[in-house]
């Protein structure tokens, strides 16, 4: 990515994870990076090693004027944002019946909201400048849905649909679009996501779930190891709409999608119904 100075970026959900190793490779080449979190001082970290290099920032992703705030602070602060990585989630667990109203809508606020208002915010900076990267970090959960993960799949799923559709509306303005699909990686994501009240009929689900993923190709991952794979993606001239982080997940993917090409084909007697086509 070609810039007059050093990029800078704005990465959310930056003092764990995947975001936290994201921003130190992109601070250890030179780069500015606005880290945001809940609580500023669990950016401290970043800020003894980095210095000047990283502005702070303490909000709520779903807290939209917050979100605006943030992006006008380090728009003053660097003169423009390159890179937005859009990390900040969490993984709810429990069947569809077991989470509570307040709960899903959580979950859409921090894994939906929160990407879709710094989103927003961040568009007219990149417009002005004619160039931008926007990393959606969605997760081979927004391309598959397992049981008792519901809403965690239909939040990534709903980001899945509305930065593919966000693509191709900025395309024109220099500004690209990347779906991030980590499989599975150590990374705390569920550590701060609320629990369930678990109800005794969906036990068997589990179960079957928790023995289907023991032959699962999964392996888990160390999420260090993708620092040099989203500085590719972010240096890349050309990049894809979508990518996986991790090994063996295109099997399954494939598997998957074969199915509901295969099961489309089988009902398209029904489809040509609705058209009102006869046989």
Do not use: C
């Not at 936290?20 to 601070?27: C, E, F, P, R, Y």
């Not at 809403?151 to 966000?166: D, F, P, R, T, V």
């Not at 160390?222 to 982080?245: G, K, Q, W």
């Amino acid at each position: 990515m070609a810039t007059s100075s050093p990029p800078v970026w704005l990465v959310t959900g930056a003092s764990r994870g995947l975001g936290l190793h994201w921003a130190g490779a992109a601070l250890s080449r030179g780069d500015r990076v606005a880290a945001t979190a809940r609580n500023s001082s669990s950016l401290e970290p970043l800020v003894r090693e980095f210095g000047d290099q990283v502005l702070p920032l303490a909000f709520d992703v779903a807290d939209s004027a917050a979100v605006r705030q943030a992006v006008g602070e380090t728009e003053h602060r660097f003169g423009g944002i390159d890179v937005l990585v859009n990390n900040a989630g969490h993984a709810l667990r429990g069947a569809v019946e077991e989470v509570s109203e307040e709960q899903a809508r959580a979950q859409f606020d921090v894994n939906f909201f929160g990407a879709l208002w710094t989103t927003r915010a961040v568009l007219p900076g990149m417009r002005a400048r004619g160039h931008g990267r926007i990393i959606q970090v969605s997760s081979y959960g927004g391309l598959v849905a397992y049981p008792t993960m519901g809403l965690y799949h239909s939040s990534k799923w709903a980001l899945e649909s509305m930065s593919q559709a966000l693509a191709a509306e900025v395309a024109h303005q220099g500004i690209l679009v990347t779906l991030v699909e980590p499989l599975t990686f150590a990374t705390g994501l569920g550590a701060t996501a609320p629990a369930v009240d678990p109800m005794p009929e969906y036990e068997p689900v589990r179960e079957a779930l928790m023995a289907g993923m023991k032959d699962a190709p999964f392996v888990t991952g160390d999420a260090a190891t993708t620092a040099d794979a989203l500085l590719a993606i972010v240096d890349a001239p050309n990049p894809p709409l979508r990518v996986l982080f991790g090994t063996g997940g295109i099997e399954p993917l494939q598997e998957e999608y074969d199915r509901r090409i295969s099961e489309f084909r089988a009902w398209d007697h029904i489809a040509r119904l609705a058209q009102g086509v006869s046989e």
